[in-house]
């Protein structure tokens, strides 16, 4: 993980924890993020059933950016890794059984081309200059809250053009799934820890989805021995298994939760659905699956990394912005879009920056 400077703790945080149950409060199958407002017409968005679940293509509508989507059926696999796995780290056991909800997933990370139609109000000025009226999703898109002009360049020069978007906060990451739901009619979010590592793991019980050692790991990741000091075009290394590009390297990703660091101990039940650790403080929270700069232990499934707020700490404003994490040059995001959609408190418990804390964990 590479910050510019300190990136430890600065002090002890004492948090409780509130942990949820999403298919609990699901009900329908994901379509129009609010009821009033028609989805972006596109093939294959939607399915019948899980098992009938396809790829798609997302559409930014007025540009020419799309996001690819892969299918991630359901399923439990074993969450964390053992003792025994080489680079095993205290905070990844001891391992449970998680059930996940099917859904889909970004075939890549969230790039440069695709957060900039957001955060440079691209959309808007492309609809300007052709003169387009606008559509119900894009006046539901223009009124989410963008970032402010940073005063440096993000990609601190090491480029734009299908390279993943970096140094955002997980306010701004998930402000982008907000802003994104509204422009499509189709909800999307930051997956969960456990959506994570259920996706990257593809199947798989080895520290990597590959195989047991990183002797593999230039075919599948950018990482602090092939990168050459930043970070790549995403889409360029091999997929894994159900077709997921840079799941290990090239950038860490953001998730929803909260960073606790006995959380599988704390889960409670043989098998764990679908849970997550709504944030409740603004450090430590969530990035998975290790970036450019880092050694290879750190690119494995089941490596969990934890925020700190020494990634602000050459803000590019003063104040502080709640936007930029201008320190943690290898962090960015994808985006999933549960086949069950949530409901509207749902919703916003994941949009907002904070949740009420649920004290009764999952059972």
Known sequence: MFVIGEFRPRHIIVLLVGIVAFNAICTLPASAADPSVKPLKIANAYADSPQAMTAYTELLEHTPVKIEMVP??????????????????????????????????????????????????????????????GSPRDDGADAVTRPTDPYTDMSFSMGKRKYPAICMTQHAARTYCKWLTKKTGRYYRLPTEAEWEYA??????????????????????????????????????????????????????????????????????????NPVVIPTTLYPR??????????????????????????????????????????????????????????????????????????????
């Open 72 to 133: 991630i059926q359901g399923g439990t696999y074993a969450m964390g890794s053992s003792v025994n796995e080489a680079g095993h780290v205290g905070d990844e056991g001891p391992q449970r059984q998680i059930k996940i909800s099917p859904f889909w997933m970004a075939k890549c990370e969230i790039t440069w081309d695709a957060f900039d139609v957001w955060g440079e109000e691209l959309d808007i000025l492309r609809r300007q200059l052709l003169m387009f009226g």
């Open 200 to 273: 990257c793991r593809a199947g798989t019980t080895t520290a990597y989805h590959f195989g047991e050692d990183g002797s593999q790991l230039g075919d599948y990741a950018w990482y602090g021995e092939n990168s050459d000091g930043q970070y790549k075009p995403v889409g360029r290394k091999k997929p894994n298994p159900w077709g997921l590009h840079d799941m290990h390297g090239n950038v860490s990703e953001w998730v929803l939760d909260q960073y606790v660091e006995d959380i599988y101990a704390k889960f409670k039940g043989k098998t764990i659905d």
């Open 286 to 363: 969530v990035v998975r699956g290790g970036g450019w700069d880092d050694v290879a232990e750190d690119l494995r499934s089941a490596k969990r990394i934890a925020s700190d707020e020494g990634w602000k700490e050459q803000d590019p404003q003063l104040p502080q912005s709640i936007w930029y994490h201008t320190d943690a040059l290898s962090v960015g995001f994808r985006v999933v879009r549960p086949y069950v959609e949530p409901t509207q408190k749902e919703k916003q418990a994941k949009w907002e920056k904070t949740a009420p804390i649920q004290l009764d964990p999952v059972k």
